[in-house]
């Protein structure tokens, strides 16, 4: 398998091939009993070892650029259930991890609201830059996490810098690769140890399916495994298989979205009512040489800032891109940070950041890149101040 092309794995890495029949899909199995007698392997849905478990969890080793020999997996309900058992299972009363300033809000809210109580210390770095990670090292220091490109403004870390002071160290590397997506990221290849993914995002890719899944070398899969059992987030077969289906045709869905947010990032970063775009692939951006480096193509997100548009009403006055949550979906929909994702950070927080109500963040769908800016541009043209 690991010698075919990413576009071949989308298609075939890890089905189960229906053993009665032949047919070309893994089927659904439903059962939650198995037979205990004369066999080792003992299917059981939060044993996280139903065939369609494994069949996506195979597929996403593989189109993370992984060899099954060496690496597991674990398929989750949720990317919360990957990201709260990656920390509860690696981190200890008493050792130190240091965060990435500006991860999800879900995960912000559960370091900062539960790691206390469980005696586990963290601290964030002065800045994204790997020099900070390693002042930022202290004895107990056990782990570093990270999230690129992260939200809402796109920032990119440098993954093999980190990776670097991480093995220097001894530390676990962790990265939240949701927003790149296997296509255009592929972090343990650059040294990362553990890759989580919320395939709520771009793997289910419809807007319709919730779940997570963790990456790891063998070694450290092994206890974030008897932390899930015990967690028990296990996602059922059915929805596995809705994902293993979304996942045939990742490949060519987030190409298109790369290609469309790269073209709608063209066409705000010259109209007159953007102050600016926040684009990876664009040279303005101040991630853009180490994106070049690190990423296969610049993903499908982007954020813009309205220059004098009442941002509620430019939302509502758009007619195809759809103002609502999540992102990574075949329809592009736009959301307000300060309204959604970051709404409960302080003004000050905020403005560190350098997000203002004005800034707005798009996930580019599949449609045409052209109905797409037709809509921005008529949505402009109709809030003019
Ligand atoms: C959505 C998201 C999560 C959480 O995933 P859920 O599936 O909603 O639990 C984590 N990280 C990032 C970057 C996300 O976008």
Redesign the pocket.
Known sequence: MGNLSFHTLCVHAGTRIDPMTGGVNTPVYTSTSYPYLDTDVRPYPRYFNLPNQKAVIEKLIFLEGCDPDTTDGILFS????A?STTLFGLLKSGDHAIFQRGL?G??THFINGWLERYGIEWSYPASGEPEAFEQAIRPSTRMVYI?TPS?PLLGITDIEGIARIAKKHGLISVI?N??ASPVNQNPRLLGIDVVIH????YLGGHSDI???AIIAPKEIAQPLYKMALNLGGSLNPETCYLLERSMKTLAIRVEKQNKNAMEVALFLAQHPGISRVFYPGLPSHPGHLIARKQMKGFSGMLSFELRSADPVKFQKSLKLIRPSM??GGVDSIICSPVLTSHRNLTMEELDKEGITDKVLRLSTGIEDATDIIHDLKQALEMNPE
């Open positions: 949720s990317g919360m259930a990201i999800y879900g995960t999230e939200n939240d949701t927003f919320s395939a709520t995002k919730c779940a997570g999540s992102l």
